[in-house]
């Protein structure tokens, strides 16, 4: 059978297209068909604090929606690096902070470097993950297990031994400072901005109670204290 | 059946250390297989006590173990805070300090933003993907399974711009060979422990592979050293090519033939000799009629065959892994040509990057360089317009076509992007009203439930303040 060509631009007119890709598709592609990215959760949640808001049904609602899911948008995405960054770079032995910080863009400008503190720590600070640590410790014993030179009198079986009590103590930091980074999320979006505003709520309408004692509430409302979930 | 070697290969590819010796064989025949004992002892609270808690001593391993999984992927530590961060906390708080109804409120509110947040867009894009294996919209029978993210194959079309202008790259196997050098030799690692000057007299490379490492692992990728897996590379237009020769595609390309003939003759009341300007006709829907049903099969053979590729791929892709972990990490930039990482890439995932290397050169630049006909890759000189047009051109005549709509005439990186138009944003912006359209239904749900359009965790709190 004869075989046929498949269809490409024809040769004489050149059209040249696509040669870089579409914003949109650089910040929300997938990075494995499937799963949904960082980018795409944050646009999708955006939006829906936005409907939020849109949707509240009283200025007590859109305050608590305002608080809870800004504060919660905020807390969901950089609660943990913020909190990883902060611990390794702030309490962390400096000995072992080496092992575990890289420092990138250092020659920014300072206004630059401020905003990715608070919005974007891993511009500035990228901590080393534990797996890392381990095919490193891995790689360094391998390194100088082959090293002719340091074969001699126990140099390099000294060293294999200090490499691993440095980066176990690495990694059993690394591991601490994760979950440490989790709770802090835990706590933030969980407790602490519920708690905030069911009290704020109270007080708002504590005030209202207090300024207009007679008519505070509004009629509609009176039937919902015989509803049997709040006996 | 599985073999005994195979089950030992795939057992220490998964956990190596879990396998304290291997059997030997007793009268000719493999003794049963027994579970490994793990080198961490599985009672918890036991080791907890005996133990004590410490570095590498009782939970420790486990603890350690969970939080590298949840680090691992961000999406993972996503879903994770939100679970344990928003749905559970927040109900029972709302539960406690509200009530029934805002605790029910919140807790629909918090699922249906963990499903829609985190895992929705993902659903409808695989669906979409899914769509894309049919001929209909996907003409030019591209696998969307084997993925290359926008920012890696934008990355990845520069390093081919970049290396087809070198002057010493004149041939099409050059090419290949230097993309490859290329890509893996621009992998660096994110960690900074290369750069430590107590250590850095182990890492000659820095926190990079060297050109000798990436020149035998670009060698592995093309086939041109052995891996002891016959997986490596493909070039799928030749194993098309080779294909619709067989009997059964060229059969059915006839019979698509005869039946066109048959409905033609039909329409023509029956003739069984058609006149000379019939046959004229006859001869131009002849062509049409083979072409079409010849392109049918070859996307048919092609999906078939990149889904079967992409089965065996998994031994290779191992290998490679193992090979690059040596001397790289599993964090790591593509860095560009003036050796900065490329801004947005970000940092990606050794495997990953070892992965969208191969389909990129399956999918891509082997499809752009192969002999349209033969699907042959020779080593002839490369003819830099042509891989361009192959590549970037843009086909279609309206403004639709050219800008939204995947067309048959499009370069490759053209109908890939386009393509994910509807394979990503079509599914985000999806997921955006399904999302804002769920706050909608809890307000309704409650209305229902209170009899009027009231904010009930006000309600709760005016209730107990009465």
Known sequence: ?231 | MISHQTLQYTLSLRNAQLIRQLPEKKHGKWPRFQAATPIVSPSLLGSLFRQGVGANHGIMPYFQNAMSAIESDPIKGLIISDVGGMVLPRTAIEAAKRGAVPARETFFREVTGTITNTFLAGWLGFIAATAFLLKRVNAKAMNFRAWIDSETLNSFGDIVKEVARRPDVKTVESLREEFLKTVFSRLESTDNIPNLKEYRFLFPNGGRMGERNAQRLAAQYLGRESTGFPQRVFNVEKRVADKIRLPQYCEAIDEAVKAAYKRFAGLRGGAQSLSNLQSQLWQKTAFKVKREAFEKQKHFIRMLETQRIQKEEKFFLDRAYRYAKGVLTDQLFLVGPDQKPIAGMGVRNLQELLRKTKYFMEEYLNRALADPITGEISNKTLDKGLLHRRLFAKGGKTWFQKNVLPHVDDGLFSFAYKSKYFIVLLPVVLTVGLGCTMVVVNNWLTRRKLGNDSFPGELALMDKMR
């Not at chain 1, 075989?3 to 004489?12: D, E, I, Q, S, T």
Request: glycine fraction near 6%; hydrophobic fraction near 40%.
């Open chain 1, 1 to 231: 059978m004869k075989l046929m060509a498949p269809h490409f631009p024809p040769a004489n007119q050149p059209r040249f297209g696509y040669t870089a890709a579409p914003f949109a598709l650089k910040i929300l592609d997938f990075h494995t068909l499937g799963a949904s990215t960082v980018a795409q959760n944050k646009l999708i949640y955006a939006a829906v604090i936005a409907s939020r808001l849109w949707k509240s049904r009283s200025w007590n609602e859109v305050r608590e929606n305002a608080s809870r899911d800004v504060l919660g948008w905020y807390s969901w995405f950089m609660g943990s690096p913020l909190m990883q960054t902060a611990l390794v770079c702030g309490l962390v032995s400096p000995k072992i902070r080496d092992l575990m910080v890289t420092r990138l863009n250092q020659d920014a400008p300072i206004i630059k470097k401020l905003g990715w503190t608070f919005l974007n720590p891993s511009k500035l600070w990228l901590i080393t993950s534990d797996v890392q640590l381990h095919q490193r410790k891995e790689q360094m014993i391998r390194a100088i297990q082959r090293h002719p030179g340091l074969q001699k009198n126990g140099v390099g079986q000294k060293m294999i031994s200090q490499i691993e009590k440095r980066f176990n103590k690495a990694i059993f930091n690394r591991s601490l400072v994760s979950f440490a980074g989790l709770m802090f999320t835990f706590l933030m979006l969980g407790v602490g901005i519920n708690l905030i505003n069911i009290a704020l709520t109270k007080s708002a309408l504590r005030k209202k109670q207090h300024s207009n004692p007679q008519n505070s509430f509004p009629p509609s409302f009176s039937g919902y204290s015989k509803q049997p979930y709040y006996g």
